[in-house]
């Protein structure tokens, strides 16, 4: 991969992970499930997830119930390339997140994640999400895995 395709690539994995939030932030579980592979593999605290159907259903629990609220800030965003297909990242993700009707007051981050990433580009030429790992490094007493 030359230095304009490499430059390229960077920024439309830096796209997908802006992507990301935003759809997950906004409970838009089927243009954020598009965001991975057909085998993802996504896992979270114990919770492993694998395959798009299963990562839809996972997503589409957490619109049910009260109002959800959630905002994940992302930074430091790593990334290597093993080829001009698969490439590898690192990022700190920085969750706030609450039932209920903003605005909400004295708020408290719900979690503080590594999210370590393999990003694998499509024959349509689309970075996707291929493997998810989610370490929580710091989390407030409430937060649990979703799904639980």
Same mark, same amino acid.
């Given at each position: 991969?030359?230095?304009? !395709?490499? !430059? /390229?690539?960077? =920024?439309?994995?830096?796209? +997908?992970?802006?992507?990301?939030?935003?759809?997950?932030?906004?409970?838009?579980?089927?243009?954020?499930?598009? +965001?991975?592979?057909? /085998? *993802?593999?996504?896992?979270?605290?114990?919770?492993?997830?694998?395959? $798009?159907?299963?990562?839809?259903?996972?997503?589409?629990?957490?619109? &049910?119930?009260?109002? $959800?609220?959630?905002?994940?800030? !992302?930074? &430091?965003? =790593?990334?290597?390339?093993?080829?001009?297909?698969?490439?590898?990242?690192?990022?700190? *993700?920085?969750?706030?997140?609450?039932?209920?009707?903003?605005?909400?007051?004295?708020?408290?981050?719900?979690?503080?994640?590594?999210?370590?990433?393999?990003? $694998?580009?499509?024959?349509?030429? =689309?970075?996707?999400?291929?493997? $998810?790992?989610?370490? =929580?490094?710091?989390?407030?007493?409430?937060?649990?895995?979703?799904?639980?």
């Amino acid at each position: 991969m030359n230095r304009e !395709q490499e !430059q /390229d690539a960077r =920024r439309a994995i830096e796209q +997908l992970n802006s992507d990301f939030n935003y759809h997950l932030d906004h409970n838009e579980v089927e243009p954020l499930v598009d +965001l991975f592979t057909d /085998d *993802v593999y996504y896992a979270h605290a114990t919770r492993i997830t694998t395959g $798009r159907d299963a990562l839809r259903e996972l997503f589409g629990k957490r619109s &049910g119930g009260a109002p $959800r609220v959630a905002r994940h800030l !992302q930074t &430091g965003l =790593r990334i290597s390339f093993n080829s001009a297909h698969e490439a590898e990242g690192y990022s700190v *993700v920085l969750t706030y997140a609450d039932n209920g009707t903003p605005p909400f007051q004295n708020v408290t981050p719900t979690l503080i994640a590594d999210f370590i990433d393999t990003y $694998r580009r499509g024959p349509d030429g =689309r970075w996707r999400i291929a493997r $998810r790992e989610i370490i =929580r490094m710091f989390e407030a007493p409430s937060t649990k895995p979703y799904g639980q």
